[in-house]
């Protein structure tokens, strides 16, 4: 007895990783139903926008193995759901307004049934002109939102006196989660009129709570349970609930057990994904690459829905500074309303969208001065007063993007490696490398202040063992790994006499969604508070035991499995237990967190609205082949600021997979449309999110030693989504790379993704151009680089 | 009533009542096997992978990860077949579940099963001595989450050596080929002959009947495209149509040959291929796909065909009334149509090994490097005499037009010309005359048309110094220049 490593701050295997190895983890579709379960199918838009002028499921009710089709007029509550604003048909009312809306629930005996159904349903459309992309939206002044504006001191003077000015546009592209198990949903009719529902959801809350809406029943009556989830990155932060309410509305119309899963090409189609964004800025900057001032249009594509388009504007504003003071600033963003599907949450929700723009003019500003691009980026850092400013008003404390940078340059040969690098491309024609610098800064917590609370319940059981229950949901990121390290630390126990059990609504109420990267921190706090109030009771069971006093029981520890005092004498954690059952205590306790002192005024454009930031920077080399575009990344060193880090081997794994995810999302993966508004790239045949081969054999990351956070669970950081944007160091890799090929006055224009042929069309014009007459370089405000078309 | 049996993790499945159209996914998502997942029902991701013994090296057995969403049930017949539930033996992992528990090669868990079943061939696999092989073994799997450096750290473990166990024991034992069937259900019907006279039998009986081999393509029209596939006859069972063989010119190669038998036969004979192979498909395609379905499904996208159209490849094409060539280069009429008669079939290619005085290249663009389908690849064979004139030049592309073909103008400019960079870079110009290619979501017309060029220019360059250059153990491109 007592010689438990306490689990903290030690390196963990993930929780469920023998469950993932040996397929013994269950996932929602792989719960068998009973045998009388129907599967759910939709049947949804082939038009971005039309009026339905008829509906009739008259043939397919006729097919054997159909128990029912529905449409909007069968739904028995209300048809609107939304994370937000309610403002999604979850079926079809006079238009349809995607490709890919869902227009009637078909519930047959199986999937094959179901698509027969489907080409039996007679749906009459008549087409109405569509809005395909941002650019026409803008034209068509089609919004989802008002402006949204954070500003501070003079711009247009500050630009006006600054040495360079740079005017510029620049677009992101989308992101398709591609998590690895689609969206699913197995709703179960119960007694009394209620449902169960396991939903592979972020956000069980949302999912009872508008379950319950459409159904026009009280929340009470929906449980909704996570098992675990294959993936998810915030594309079950939302939009998980629609196909849950869906199988919820089919099993309650028809009494019966229903499964609803998407296949790859429908959930590729059907669902949301990042937004693209399309912005236009103005930028000042003093000789010595000093950004003086900083004037920026952002525009985001919400889709036909307002989802959580919102909210990810303004974490894109909020983000537009990344790691720098900027002294005079003006941000303006707006959510532009289109006919593809509803884009939403995904790893950084805006933030990667937004900090792109800012390195984009770093990246450039620095070319144009001949400032080293690590050196333009510590030059803008935020520092001390009055250089610790958030564009909303929110001051900076325990600023570690200094040591960050003088580490990682040291550690990744920088320097010399810069040089090397340059040597080597004089010395090839046709291949060239890039070495860039990135730092990154990530706010933490919801922007929504409400949404920064959450619950845990805790239950011990007479042998000393534990059941924990919280708020959060796993879904690869090992957040259950952690609670239950939380848990044993805060007990005394050993890993294996505390079970961590399914997500359910029934056992912690009213919880916001996992996201964010805030369910260590949120959760982390309210498990420790169920265990607090836990250990108090049984201090004082087991201090009576012992014959202790009150000041005496004060010293009693919770370790190895003992509750026992510094001299080693005391109790075995069971014994107490049992005790305080026989006493009749409660040995179940919930817990409870808020964060403190957050907020933000939307209007004013200022507050805090983050309890604190976390911190990293990655310095990335690649190779491009300048005849084909086809590039390597060969080096990534990465340092990360997780703070004392709960758990590093799951931390690391958190930065390596969202470094390789930003990568994806910089580089190969690229969504395509029809001129109709129909997504070309909608499985992995077309999609191309990063394989094996596309990691660097040589990938070194550290986490940031003695970084101690304040006011965070056992002083650690999130970690979810902060490194996804680590992979920005890609971006200027690759334009180190792609000017290597022609001379250094050219303004080089790369949006991202940077495909292969993104990066030979680069090229090509970095080459052709070498034969026109030389650009002045001499650097003045009157030097702007080329605007491309407008949108 | 005949049925179909298959041993699946060690116990004998016996079915006389299931639809020749199901997958083996299905299946065994069905029979309570739910560790096996679907992730795109295209062979694309991996999460469906499961070990099938096929012959390797020397027709010894071999374990092989295989997609389960491309296998329709029948061609399990007499084979074996294990899942990630079969791996463990009680509470002790099989060695690739424990290497990714060590590693945290799981997070969300859910393309994990795949992973684990390409690991268990990693596990048995001798050839596994290079880096690349590495990307090449774990390219069929994605995982979004964990980045892939555990699980590549996991593989290279495990490459080094072969676990002493059941599995082990069994590669010693007798290859379990796919045994003869004719297996009928509600009006469909799968043959898997294993002699010709009862595939020609088969074949007039049902000309409506589709040929399958791997099935890895054919397979999608009913995972993804829903469409049944009621007659099906499979060349699987005919033992005369796989494998390669050296000829006194090259290399035959057997039309049902898969494309990871063909990789160490191509490695020492046919060097040009291997190169190719290196970006052809994930390991589990390769286990499956057949040289001779990558050739008769026609598509202007196959990988094989411009490598094998610039080595001057034939091809024997054969039917009840006897044996015929055709040169690969006149075998594709249009978008995937060719030249095979009603009743005929591809029994092999054969290639002639090029003498010292050809120039080789073969390339492959694709938006990602591994596991992608090309926006434009090609195979260049080019001839030049001792005085550095070129003799002859087959300059073959994929991805340009509507079938593989070659540049019939850009090769007419370079004939009896001398082999210099003007020379070369004025023929590449022609290659615009030569194609007018499509815009689609793997490439830009404008991309391929650069591109088209560009590897002209660029296999000039990579053979000055080598008639054909060996790829580096992670490229960062096809052409290697540096």
Redesign the interface.
């Known amino acids: 007895m007592g010689n438990e490593i306490d689990p903290l701050h030690r390196d963990a295997?993930?929780e469920?990783?023998?469950?993932?190895?040996?397929?013994?983890?269950?996932?929602v579709?792989?719960y068998?139903g009973p045998s009388n379960t129907l599967t759910a199918s939709v049947l949804t838009s082939p038009h971005a926008r039309a009026r339905i002028l008829k509906r009739s499921a008259e043939q397919a009710l006729r097919l054997p193995g159909v128990a029912a089709v529905l449409f909007a007029a069968d739904i028995p509550g209300s048809n609107r759901i939304g994370p937000i604003i309610h403002d999604e048909p979850l079926l079809a009312e006079e238009q349809v307004f995607a490709i890919g809306q869902s227009v009637a629930l078909i519930l047959a005996d199986d999937a094959?049934t179901g698509?027969q159904a489907a080409r039996l349903i007679e749906i009459e459309y008549e087409e109405l002109p569509a809005i395909l992309s941002i650019a026409e939206a803008i034209r068509a002044d089609s919004f989802s939102t008002e402006p949204h504006i954070i500003a501070r001191g003079s711009v247009d003077e500050a630009l006006e006196k600054a040495a360079l000015l740079l005017e510029a546009e620049f677009t992101s592209g989308g992101q398709d989660?591609?998590?690895?198990?689609?969206q699913s949903a197995l709703a179960l009719p119960k007694e009394q009129g209620g449902l169960l529902v396991l939903s592979s959801t972020q956000h069980p809350s949302e999912v009872q709570a508008m379950c319950a809406e459409v159904l026009g029943i009280g929340r009470h009556l929906i449980t909704c349970e996570v098992p675990?989830?294959?993936?998810?990155?915030g594309g079950k932060e939302s939009q998980a609930t629609q196909y849950a309410a869906l199988a919820a509305l089919g099993a309650l119309h028809t009494g019966r057990p229903v499964r609803m899963w998407l296949?790859?090409?429908q959930d590729m189609i059907w669902t949301g994904n990042r937004h693209p964004f399309y912005s236009r800025y103005r930028a000042g900057f003093d000789r010595e690459g000093r950004i003086l001032a900083l004037d920026v249009e952002i525009y985001s594509d919400g889709g036909w829905t307002q989802d959580l388009s919102s909210p990810v504007l303004d974490r894109a504003l909020f983000h537009l500074d990344n790691a720098y003071f900027i002294p005079d600033l003006r941000f303006r963003g707006q959510v532009a309303r289109t006919n593809l599907a509803s884009n939403t949450a995904f790893r950084g929700f805006g933030g990667p969208q937004g900090m792109v723009v800012i390195e984009d003019a770093l990246h450039r500003a620095a070319e144009r001065l001949g400032v080293d691009g690590a050196e333009i980026r510590r030059r803008n850092y935020y520092a001390k007063a009055p250089r610790n400013r958030c564009p909303y008003g929110q001051e900076l404390k325990d600023i570690r993007l200094q040591r960050i940078h003088q580490e990682l340059l040291i550690s990744s040969d920088y320097e010399e490696r810069r040089s090397e690098i340059d040597s080597f491309n004089d010395s090839?024609?046709?291949?060239k490398r890039g070495i860039a610098f990135c730092p990154v800064k990530f706010g933490i917590s919801f922007t929504a202040s409400m949404l920064n609370q959450a619950g845990a319940l805790v239950l011990i059981y007479t042998d000393g063992t534990v059941q924990v229950n919280h708020g959060g949901t796993e879904?690869?990121?090992?957040l259950h790994t952690k609670m239950l390290a939380i848990c044993a630390h805060e007990l005394g126990l050993p890993l294996s006499a505390v079970r961590m059990m399914n997500t359910a609504t029934d056992k912690v109420p009213n919880t916001s969604a996992t996201a964010a990267s805030s369910g260590s921190d949120l959760n982390g706090q309210a498990v420790r508070n169920a265990c607090t109030e836990l250990k108090e009771r049984l201090r004082e069971v087991a201090a009576s035991m012992l014959g202790l006093s009150t000041t005496k029981a004060k010293d009693l520890q919770f370790s190895g499995g003992r509750i026992e005092l510094p001299s080693g004498s005391g109790l075995d954690f069971p014994a107490v237990t049992h005790q305080a059952w026989l006493e009749q205590r409660s040995l179940a306790a919930t817990g409870y967190y808020r964060t403190p002192d957050i907020h933000y005024d939307r209007a004013a454009g200022q507050g805090k609205p983050f309890h604190y930031f976390a911190y990293g920077a990655a310095v990335t080399e690649?190779?491009?082949?300048g005849?084909?575009?086809?590039?390597?990344v060969?080096r990534v060193d990465i340092l990360h600021d997780v703070g004392d880090s709960l758990l590093p081997?799951?931390d690391?794994?958190q930065i390596?997979?969202?470094?390789?995810?930003g990568l994806g999302w910089l580089t190969?993966e690229?969504l395509?449309w029809d001129g109709s508004g129909q997504l070309?790239?909608h499985?992995?045949?077309?999609y191309?999110?990063?394989?094996?081969?596309?990691?660097p054999?040589d990938?070194r990351v550290a986490l940031l030693r003695d970084a101690r956070q304040q006011e965070v669970i056992h002083g650690s950081k999130a970690v979810g989504e902060p490194p996804f944007m680590l992979a920005m160091s890609v971006v200027g890799a690759f334009r180190h790379a792609i000017r290597a090929f022609g001379s250094a006055d050219r303004e080089l224009e790369l949006n991202v993704p940077i495909?292969?042929?993104a990066v030979?069309?680069a090229v090509?014009e970095m080459r052709s151009i070498e034969s026109c007459p030389e650009a002045n370089s001499e650097v003045d405000s009157s030097s702007t680089t080329n605007v491309v078309a407008a949108p | 009533m005949p049925s179909l049996q298959f041993t699946l993790n060690g116990r004998l499945v016996v079915l006389d009542a299931i639809s020749t159209n199901t997958t083996l996914l299905q299946y065994l998502r069905s029979s309570g096997h739910p560790g096996t997942k679907e992730g795109c029902a295209e062979g694309d991701c991996g999460a469906c992978s499961v070990a099938l013994l096929d012959s390797g090296p020397g027709d010894r057995p071999a374990w092989r990860a295989v997609n389960s969403c491309l296998i329709f049930l029948p061609m399990l017949n007499g084979r074996e077949v294990w899942s990630v539930e079969g791996l463990a033996s009680g509470d002790q992992l099989h060695p690739a579940q424990q290497a990714l528990v060590q590693r945290l090669g799981s997070q969300c868990g859910y393309c994990t099963p795949g992973v684990v079943m390409s690991l268990f061939e990693t596990c048995y696999r001798q050839d596994l001595d290079v880096d690349w092989k590495v990307d090449d073994q774990l390219c069929g799997n994605l995982c979004r989450c964990t980045g892939y450096r555990p699980i590549r750290e996991a593989a290279l473990s495990l490459a080094e050596a072969v676990p002493k166990d059941h599995f082990s024991e069994r590669l010693q034992g007798p290859a379990a080929p796919c045994s003869p069937l004719h297996y009928d259900y509600q009006g469909q019907s799968y043959y898997c002959p294993n002699q010709l006279a009862d595939l020609w039998q088969a074949m007039k009986a049902h000309p409506e009947a589709r040929l399958i081999a791997g099935g890895t393509d054919l397979a999608l029209t009913v995972t993804k495209h829903f469409q049944p596939l009621p007659q099906l006859i499979s060349l699987e069972g005919l033992n005369c149509l796989r494998g390669t063989s050296k000829t006194d010119h090259g290399l035959r190669i057997g039309a049902t040959t898969t494309l990871s038998q063909l990789e160490a036969s191509a490695a020492t004979e046919l060097p040009l291929l291997a190169r190719m192979l290196r970006f052809f498909a994930s390991r589990q395609i390769k286990n499956r796909a057949t040289v001779g379905g990558n050739l008769c499904n026609a598509s202007p996208i196959g990988d094989l065909a411009p490598v094998l159209m610039a080595l001057n490849a034939e091809l024997v094409l054969l039917s009840d009334r006897g044996e015929r060539r055709v040169p690969l280069d006149r075998f594709f009429l249009d978008y995937r149509h060719t030249a095979l008669q009603p009743g005929e079939i591809l029994a092999a290619v054969e290639v002639p090994r090029p003498g010292t005085d050809w120039r080789l290249g073969a390339y492959k663009v694709s938006k990602r490097r591994e596991l992608d389908i090309s926006a434009v690849c090609a195979g260049m064979a080019v001839q030049i005499d001792p005085k550095g004139t070129v003799v002859e030049a087959r300059l073959c592309y994929g991805g340009m037009a509507a079938t593989t073909r070659r540049a019939t103008k850009t090769e007419e400019a370079l004939r009896g010309r001398p082999w210099t960079l003007t020379e070369v870079e004025q023929a590449a110009s022609l290659t615009a005359e030569d194609f007018a290619p499509i815009n689609d979501q793997r490439g830009s017309q404008w991309f391929r048309a650069t591109l088209a060029r560009n590897l002209l220019i660029g296999f000039f360059h990579e053979t000055r110094e080598q008639s054909l250059r060996k790829l580096p153990e992670r490229p960062s491109s096809t052409l290697v220049l540096s």
């Open positions: 295997e993930h469920s990783a023998v469950g993932h190895v040996t397929g013994r983890a269950l996932y579709d792989d068998e094959e698509r989660h591609f998590y690895l198990e689609t675990r989830m294959g993936g998810a990155f296949n790859r090409d090839q024609t046709w291949i879904m690869g990121q090992g690649l190779e491009i082949n005849l084909t575009g086809e590039s390597r060969r081997s799951i690391i794994g390596e997979g969202g470094f390789v995810q190969t690229e395509l070309l790239t499985s992995p045949s077309t191309k999110i990063p394989a094996a081969g596309d990691i054999a990938f495909t292969a042929e030979l069309r090509e």
